[in-house]
T-cell receptor
Framework: AQSVSQHNHHVILSEAASLELGCNYSYGGTVNLFWYVQYPGQHLQLLLKYFSGDPLVKGIKGFEAEFIKSKFSFNLRKPSVQWSDTAEYFCASHSSGNTPLVFGKGTRLSVIA | GAGVSQSPRYKVAKRGQDVALRCDPISGHVSLFWYQQALGQGPEFLTYFQNEAQLDKSGLPSDRFFAERPEGSVSTLKIQRTQQEDSAVYLC?????????????FGNGTRLTVT
C-alpha cells in the first residue's frame, strides 16, 4: 500500500528564515504528488501539485517543491517565510489510476517574529 | 459562498448513539470524498462517490459506517453505535473531475467527539 512520510512534526522558524519540509512517498510507479496547507481555523487548500514534466513545481505564496524520483521525495521549500505562513502542511500522493489520495501526518509550521 | 459546506461543525455524541454528518459539495462537482482525520494524523480516506454512485468504500473502518449521495449532490456520512475511537474530524472534499486524479476542494470538517 502507498504511504507518505513527513519527517518533521513541528518546525519553528523566525520570519525571513528559509523553509524546507521533507516528504517521501512509497509508491514506485507513476505518481501524482501534492502539498496541501491548512491555516488556523480554515479548510485544507491546495498549495501545489506535480503530475509530470518539470520536476520543480511553483505554487502559491512563493512556495515550490522539487520531485526527485531517485529519492522518492517531494520536499516543500520557501526561501523566506512570513508570520502568515504559520499553518499545518500536508504532503499527499496517489498513483496514476483509480486510487485515493494518501496523506502524510502533516508538519506544523510556526513562524515567530 | 461557493465552497464545500459541512454541518454540523461540532458534534458531541454519547457512546452508542448514531450520528449523521452532512456535506454540501461545490455545485456541479462530480466527485465527492470523505476522509477521517484523527488528532495528530493526516486525513485518511473513507469513501468516494462519482455522482450518486459509491465507487469505493474501501476505507470505511467498519460496517457501522455508511455513506450515501442519493441525488449526486449532498452526501451524508452516518455512523451507527458510535465508539470512542470514532472521535475525529470528518472531512468532505469534492472535485469537478470524475476521477481520483484531480485537486480536491475541502470543507472545514465536522469534529466528532464521542464521550
Amino acid at each position: 500500500a502507498q504511504s507518505v512520510s513527513q519527517h518533521n512534526h513541528h518546525v519553528i522558524l523566525s520570519e525571513a528564515a528559509s523553509l524546507e519540509l521533507g516528504c517521501n512517498y512509497s509508491y514506485g510507479g507513476t505518481v501524482n504528488l501534492f502539498w496541501y496547507v491548512q491555516y488556523p481555523g480554515q479548510h485544507l487548500q491546495l498549495l501545489l501539485k506535480y503530475f509530470s514534466g518539470d520536476p520543480l513545481v511553483k505554487g502559491i505564496k512563493g512556495f515550490e517543491a522539487e520531485f526527485i524520483k531517485s529519492k522518492f521525495s517531494f520536499n516543500l521549500r520557501k526561501p523566506s517565510v512570513q508570520w502568515s505562513d504559520t499553518a499545518e502542511y500536508f504532503c499527499a500522493s496517489h498513483s496514476s489510476g483509480n486510487t485515493p489520495l494518501v496523506f502524510g501526518k502533516g508538519t506544523r509550521l510556526s513562524v515567530i517574529a | 459562498g461557493a465552497g464545500v459546506s459541512q454541518s454540523p461543525r461540532y458534534k458531541v455524541a454519547k457512546r452508542g448513539q448514531d450520528v449523521a454528518l452532512r456535506c454540501d459539495p461545490i455545485s456541479g462537482h462530480v466527485s465527492l470524498f470523505w476522509y477521517q482525520q484523527a488528532l495528530g494524523q493526516g486525513p485518511e480516506f473513507l469513501t468516494y462517490f462519482q455522482n450518486e454512485a459509491q465507487l469505493d468504500k474501501s476505507g470505511l473502518p467498519s460496517d457501522r459506517f455508511f455513506a450515501e449521495r442519493p441525488e449526486g449532490s449532498v452526501s451524508t456520512l452516518k455512523i451507527q453505535r458510535t465508539q470512542q475511537e470514532d472521535s475525529a474530524v470528518y472531512l468532505c472534499a469534492s472535485s469537478y473531475r470524475d476521477s481520483y486524479n484531480s485537486p480536491l476542494h475541502f470543507g472545514n470538517g465536522t469534529r466528532l467527539t464521542v464521550t
